[in-house]
């Protein structure tokens, strides 16, 4: 497969603007398939809109190798080059002496080789001192190119250029950009817009902003990929008969394609609705709730009673539910904004969620999954982030044993009743052997 990883010398250098304005050039004339590394939901959605597939997670902490390489080559075997995100620094990880969670693990792992989006500020011939340091740390990955970003005028673009040929000969320098504060992707508290509340408009700047990068010499780098993946599915497969509902709108948007891919492959027919828009609950066997920004539409899913009063009767009928962050808040008595107003919600938890303005994570997590857990066994990896606190009642039931992570309270998590589990964890399907398992066995 060619492709290419777009990674930074560390977060903040415009690799996410940078990264989609070249998917939208590039799928304009070829199949390109997106991947982000690390825990990201936000980043993948601009990658799906730029191109018209969709993008997918790669995590070295949470997939084995096999799985990793497995997913890239799965969803690359009909494109025509397959394009990678970085996250934070080339070399960031789980742990401060190693490459697992790294981006440069993951390029090593897929043979792909790497171009490095430089914050050049300011900087010339040091401009060049970063970029041979980054080559030096790993001889093992291939940085084949570098974009140098927020480039001042001519002046400083003709300095760089003496930098890079004298001192940088064996990295092709892909483009400059000039600095220009107008073309990039808006912020919010938790990360970027989600898909569902920006235009197409918002991406169109992007590849205004890429002009500068030649397209060619980004393919040439890509057909110095190495290695075949396998193509066949990653999933179990089966036949349950099982229908699940899960929510997908503004407020309810955080899901990865793998877990969605998981249960379809289980013969699990999934069913979306839009409950922030007031839709009501559709019939199923299983519900399960993603994260995203459920305080930011407290009213209108409160009002929303078929839905909340539908989530409740499932539970008290023993249906499996999953509720991922914002899921789980949902699935509580109520939600407290940090003006204090109270909402009603699902009450399938006594306990209340309240916004806070401490930010909790990103962090991964590793958890052990309780006996009376009864969607999952064994040991569960997943991350946290999140804005909020849970405040359950004396007596309340936890499934996940925290042993690395924050959790709800006093390092346990998974607020567990009946058949339905809260957890502030997000799981990746293909962090298990199994993930969709104790779904169809709850039901069955």
């Known amino acids: 497969m060619k492709g290419f990883v777009i990674s930074g010398a560390g977060s903040g250098v415009g690799k996410t603007s940078i990264t989609t304005g070249i998917l939208s050039t590039l799928s304009k004339r070829y199949k390109v398939q997106a991947f982000k590394a690390g825990p990201d939901f ?30 890239v080559g799965y969803a690359s075997q009909d494109a025509d080059l397959c394009v990678v995100e970085g996250v934070r620094g080339l070399y960031e990880g789980f742990q401060g002496d190693g490459e697992i969670g790294s981006t440069a693990y993951v390029a090593k792992l897929l043979g792909l ?29 291939k940085i084949a190119g570098v974009i140098l970003n927020k480039v001042s005028g001519p002046q400083h673009s003709d300095k760089l250029d003496v930098a890079m040929s004298t001192y940088c000969r064996d990295i092709q320098v892909v483009g400059k950009i000039r600095k220009d504060k107008d ?61 699940a509902v899960v929510p997908m709108d503004d407020a309810y948007s955080f899901y990865y394609r793998e877990n969605i891919e998981c249960l379809e492959a289980s013969g699990i027919r999934v069913r979306t609705f839009r409950p922030t828009d007031g839709e009501p609950l559709p019939d199923a066997d299983m519900a399960y709730l993603g994260g995203g920004y459920p305080e ?61 303005d401490k930010r909790h994570g990103p962090t991964y997590m590793l958890t052990e999954a309780m006996a009376n857990n009864p969607l999952f066994k064994g040991p569960v990896r997943g991350h946290e982030y999140h804005y909020s606190e849970v405040f359950p009642r004396d007596g309340s039931q936890f499934c996940f044993d925290v042993r690395r992570g924050l959790g709800i309270k006093d390092r346990m998590d998974g607020l567990t009743v009946r058949n339905s589990v809260g957890t502030y964890m997000h799981q990746h399907a293909l962090s298990a052997d199994d993930w969709a398992a104790g779904f169809v066995e709850a039901v069955h």
């Open 296 to 356: 930011l539409y407290t009213e209108r899913i409160s009002a929303n009673r078929d839905f909340l009063d539908g989530l409740r009767n499932m539970s008290l009928e023993n249906k499996p539910i999953l509720g991922e962050c914002g899921g789980l808040m949902t699935m509580c008595s109520t939600i407290r904004d940090k003006s204090g107003e109270e909402y009603p919600m699902a009450g399938i938890f006594d306990a209340r969620a309240d916004m806070v």
């Open 183 to 243: 073309n990039v992707l808006g912020q919010r508290y938790l990360g970027l817009h989600t898909l569902h509340s920006f235009e197409k408009g918002e991406i169109e700047p992007l590849e205004r902003l890429v002009d500068p990068i030649d397209m060619d010499v980004l393919l040439g780098i890509a057909e110095t990929a190495s290695g075949d993946l396998p193509t066949e599915s990653p999933y179990v497969k089966r036949d349950s008969g099982i229908t």
């Open 42 to 71: 936000i980043d993948p959605m601009y990658h799906t809109a730029a191109t018209g597939r969709p993008a997918r997670n790669l995590d070295s902490f949470m997939m084995s190798d096999d799985r990793l390489r497995n997913l």
């Open 113 to 141: 080789p790497v171009v490095l989006v430089l914050d050049a500020g300011s900087l010339t011939r040091s401009a060049a001192a970063i970029l041979n340091g980054f080559k030096a740390f790993d001889p093992e990955v």
